[in-house]
């Protein structure tokens, strides 16, 4: 397996070589393509094989050659150095194609035996003929060559996809040799009828094949599940379809044979043309061959041996047989084994492939979080019947469309595509299998799947009745949906009159709750204050070269940036913060030096002055510094009883203001103001109406009036207020936001949202900007703290959090997965690309300062804007 590892992990290696890949995957390509063709050349030097100089043999294989029809192929031994190992292989190749046996076979067998068995390898051989070798290969050196380019060619075009290509390029190769290991088992059948024509001695196959199965102590009866599962067919099958493929009659017992258990309790007869089943006085069972499809020994690794009988119905008789009738069990076997009834055909899949393409899906759907559809498969794995596969292919194909709906948050689109091709190819092996019945019955699987699906659709009811709490749950809880499919998958393969209509509901059922969970369903029946039209927001990636850099040396957790960037402002990271009871900012020019100075928050008055604020023991100081000289300043001035709150500037009327909220005093908003360079201070108050159990995220203010939105634990459990202390960690703890404002006539209530909502202060200090997630977009709004007015201001592609420190007229935070900044007016977005490994942004009037990973810690560069 060593050309197909090195295959499937060929693309991995060309991403993370930069502009190399394109090297690495042409000299990979051309080891492979080389491995490839001289593969059976690979095969004997590895082994070290020899060729067979037995003269006599040599005439024997050549003239079965000449009877096939086929090549000359080379005839080698391996010599096991002292090892046991009787076995022959075919090596199929369109150059020098082989078969090579060991020596220990060639010990073991005689003449007739030897030539038999290579009478079975070049059947091989004529099956592996050009043209199939030519397709097969074709398609190998196809499979090598978009492995060679799909890494540098993602990396190129579609850098973002590496993660779908790394996860699809092995499922892929997986099905082809699923694919191209299909009929395995037939194939032995076929051979072994074929090496009878070709050599003319079933006798000496048949005894052949039952030295080899003794060497090796193989059982020559299987059971069915065994039997299905193997890459060649029981002993017994293949000697009983070698005599008839030979003309042979089929022996019976010419005397009756009965054993009886070792309880003495039953009795089992075996006459010429029927086994019959006597349990004492009460009843006996009578049997003919031909209605029997097992009938063997199980000796297992404790207890007595069994005999065992199975029905064509699949019910199951058996004994357990005293150890000295062992012998004569086996003997009666051998006899009666050729008048059993055929079973059923080996599934043109393999179970162990199947086995293999299941635990691959499991393990697809753990890493992308799919746990529903990973149970599903891994039951597919411990039983791989069509009823199970099919349930987990569907179940998949659903995990695959939801992780694809909500590709913008949950999962990202690049795991739904490997999720989709596992959940494929489990589909097409189980239509492979669909009229293939099961060894074993896959247990109630059925009402397993029933059971989850109900329990996935009552959870869909769990956070509330409304709208948008059951669109969140459907988004969010993926259980319904998968098990509805699995479901409708394991109904589909049964035979009853009612299973395919059961199967067409289920299967509608999941898919109207997948849709619940899509934002038509949002924009068409919830009924949210922030569910609001609004024009679409773009934002272009930040261009240009930067026209600064600063290396910190240390890392920074927030960013400020002076009107046209000439000066910053660097928030130090808190675990390397020295100091316990302030925080530590670092200012300067934006190409350093900078220097450290004690503040809770800090805002730039322009380019040379910077406005602090410090909280004490007994209140807050606010000063001014200067860039240059940032000591202490002329102006300072001081409030009283302020615990925390952020510091705003509006540059244009030379004005600060502090902004707080008090939890413990009657949940109190706290505005104070004033000029800059003026030591008198404007302290305003307002009481809030909050519920005991909020807390305030955000708060704005004028001159009159304060709007504080609130969050709070949505902690009702399927409608009921208070849930039992129990359940409580199995709630999902959605949070709902409140908009309030606070003016001298009373507070009242603005807008409730059961969105993601999160609002900030730092674009404008006289209004609120929210951002509302639905799951696929972000919607953005104002609300003024003077008129309480709430005016949409636009809408995201995928999810915009706001975050950082002030940045007048700009709100700062995340988009999706990196730093962006939109300013309002006018409205313009811009994003840094992923590539910087940017940490953080802030805005000036016309500048953006961005902080990204260095080497030694955080690097600060500012833009022209």
């Not at 043209?131 to 579609?158: C, D, E, M, Q, S």
């Not at 509805?484 to 898919?511: N, Q, S």
């Not at 009283?640 to 909220?661: F, H, K, M, P, Q």
Request: proline share 5%; aromatic share 8%; hydrophobic share 50%.
């Amino acid at each position: 397996f060593g050309f197909w590892i090195l295959l499937a992990v060929m693309p991995t290696f060309a991403f993370g070589e930069g502009d190399r890949g394109w090297m690495l995957s042409t000299a990979a390509a051309a080891v492979l393509i080389a491995w490839h063709v001289r593969s059976a050349d690979v095969l004997r030097v590895l082994l070290r094989v020899r060729p067979i100089a037995d003269k006599a043999l040599l005439t024997r294989f050549h003239s079965m050659v000449a009877a096939a029809g086929i090549p000359t192929p080379r005839f080698d031994f391996l010599d096991m150095n002292g090892g046991v190992l009787a076995n022959a292989v075919a090596v199929p190749s369109i150059r020098r194609p082989g078969v090579i046996f060991t020596d220990t076979l060639l010990a073991r067998l005689d003449a007739d035996e030897i030539t038999a068995i290579c009478g079975h390898e070049l059947a091989h051989l004529e099956h592996y003929n050009r043209a199939r070798l030519r397709r097969l290969n074709a398609a190998t050196v196809a499979l090598v060559a978009i492995g060679a380019v799909l890494g540098p060619l993602t990396r190129l075009y579609l850098p973002s996809a590496r993660t779908a290509a790394s996860f699809t390029w092995p499922v892929l190769l997986l099905a082809f040799l699923i694919w191209r290991a299909r009929d395995r088992q037939r194939n032995e059948t076929a051979s072994d009828v074929r090496a009878v024509q070709v050599c003319g001695d079933a006798d000496a196959l048949a005894r052949a094949l039952t030295k080899l199965h003794a060497f090796a102590r193989i059982p020559r009866r299987w059971d069915r599940e065994r039997e299905q599962q193997a890459t060649h067919p029981s002993l017994a099958r293949r000697l009983r379809d070698i005599r008839a493929a030979a003309g042979a009659r089929t022996h019976t017992l010419e005397q009756a044979a009965t054993f009886a258990a070792a309880d003495g309790s039953v009795t089992v007869t075996f006459d010429g043309t029927h086994v019959s089943w006597q349990e004492g006085d009460a009843a006996t069972h009578r049997f003919s061959y031909g209605h029997l499809t097992e009938l063997r020994l199980d000796a297992r690794p404790t207890g007595v041996p069994r005999l065992v009988a199975v029905e064509s119905t699949g019910r199951r008789w058996e004994i357990a047989l005293p150890a000295g009738d062992v012998r004569r069990a086996q003997d009666v076997l051998d006899v009666v084994d050729g008048s059993l009834a055929h079973a059923p055909a080996a599934p043109r899949i393999a179970p162990g492939a199947a086995r293999v393409a299941a635990a691959v899906a499991a393990l697809f759907a753990c890493t992308t979080g799919q746990f529903a559809f990973a149970l599903v498969a891994a039951l597919a794995a411990l039983r791989p019947g069509a009823q199970l596969l099919a349930a987990a292919g569907l179940a998949g194909l659903m995990a695959a469309a939801l992780a694809a709906r909500d590709a913008s948050w949950m999962f990202s689109l690049a795991m739904a595509l490997p999720v989709a091709l596992a959940a494929g190819v489990l589909c097409w092996i189980a239509w492979s299998q669909r009229d293939q019945a099961p060894a074993r019955p896959p247990g109630r699987v059925v009402p397993l799947f029933a059971i989850l699906s109900a329990v996935g659709c009552l959870l869909l009811f769990a956070d509330g009745f409304s709208a948008v709490r059951i669109h969140q749950a459907a988004k969010t809880m993926y259980l319904g949906p998968v098990m509805l499919f699995a479901l409708a998958g394991g109904l589909a393969m049964m035979r009853t009159p009612r299973a395919r209509p059961a199967a067409l509901a289920a299967a509608a059922l999941g898919a109207v709750i997948a849709a619940i969970g899509s934002p038509f369903f949002l924009e068409r029946f919830g009924r949210d204050p922030f569910l609001v039209l609004a024009r679409p927001l773009t934002f272009a990636p930040l261009a240009g070269t930067a026209v600064s850099e600063a290396e910190l040396g240390f890392f920074a957790d927030d960013l400020r940036i002076s009107t046209h960037g000439r000066s910053i402002a660097v928030l130090r990271r808190e675990h390397d913060d020295q100091s316990e009871d302030a925080s530590t900012f670092h200012v300067g020019p934006a190409t350093g030096p900078l220097t450290a100075i004690t503040a809770d928050d800090v805002a730039f008055v322009d380019d040379e002055r910077l406005v602090t604020m410090t909280i004490g023991a007994v209140g807050a100081d606010v000063r001014m510094v200067r860039i240059g000289s940032p000591g202490a300043g002329p102006w300072r001035v001081h409030i009283d009883a302020l615990e925390s709150g952020t510091l705003s500037v509006d540059a244009n009327r030379g004005t600060w203001r502090v902004l707080a909220s008090h939890l413990d005093r009657a949940r109190q908003i706290v505005r104070a103001q004033g000029r800059i360079g003026d030591r008198a201070v404007d302290v305003a108050r307002w009481d809030g109406s909050g519920a005991k159990a909020a807390w305030i995220t955000a708060a704005a203010a004028s001159d009159r009036a304060v709007v504080a939105a609130e969050h709070q634990f949505d902690r009702r459990f399927f409608g009921v207020d208070s849930a039992p202390v129990w359940i409580v960690p199995f709630m999902s703890m959605q949070t709902e936001a409140r908009i309030w404002r606070a003016a001298p006539d009373g507070a009242s209530e603005l807008a409730r949202s059961q969105l993601h909502a999160s609002c900030t202060d730092a674009a404008d200090p006289g209004a609120l900007v929210c951002s509302a997630f639905d799951g696929v977009a972000t919607r953005l709004l104002r609300i003024d703290a003077a008129t309480g007015r709430i005016t949409p201001v636009g809408i995201v592609d995928g999810r915009f959090t706001a975050s950082g420190g002030s940045s007048p007229g700009w709100v700062t935070g995340w988009l999706s997965s990196g730093p962006a900044a939109l300013r309002l007016a006018p409205l313009t977005g811009v994003r840094v690309e992923r590539a910087e490994r940017a940490t953080s942004i802030a805005a000036g009037t016309d500048a953006i300062g961005t902080v990204s990973y260095g080497a030694n810690g955080s690097v600060v560069r500012i833009y022209r804007f």
